[in-house]
């Protein structure tokens, strides 16, 4: 298994791991250039073929006197074809992400998780924050 940051070379692979349907593909492409500066995929290779991707979505807090870099990443989209899993490849994808992080000087990552993958991040060293808060419309 190789875990790399993807390229433009990998854009219809990633598509595929999200479902976009063919038609969409341009849409998708194109988004995926216009936000290449803040959200970075990542992919897992097995024998020449992408089986995995995450991404990390850096973004910006307003700065303060004390911190005027307040960086921080988001893990989004994690997703491993269903034949692969349990491999160690959705591991290995976090564990990329979180040396990107740890080269970028991030403040923190934050992961939104399913119910079923939340033993999943809290064993890559993600833990329950107090306060953290979400609000949701109606």
């Known amino acids: 298994m190789i875990v790399r940051k993807a390229g433009v070379a990998d854009v219809v692979a990633l598509a595929a791991l999200r479902g976009i349907e063919p038609e969409n593909l341009p849409a998708y492409a194109d988004w995926v250039a216009a936000h290449a500066e803040t959200h970075l995929p990542f992919v897992a290779e097995v024998d020449g073929s992408v089986v995995g991707a995450a991404w990390l979505l850096i973004a910006e807090r ?29 591991g290995a994808l976090i564990a990329a992400i979180l040396a990107e992080a740890g080269a ?35």
């Open 62 to 90: 307003v700065p303060s006197n004390d911190s005027p870099d307040r960086r921080y990443g988001d893990v989004q989209s994690v997703e491993v074809r269903e034949e692969y899993r349990n491999r160690g490849i959705g």
């Open 104 to 138: 970028r000087d991030l403040l923190h990552v934050t992961v939104h998780s399913s119910r079923r993958a939340v033993d999943f991040y809290q064993r890559a060293g993600f833990c329950h924050h107090r306060q953290l808060l979400l609000w949701e419309p109606d």
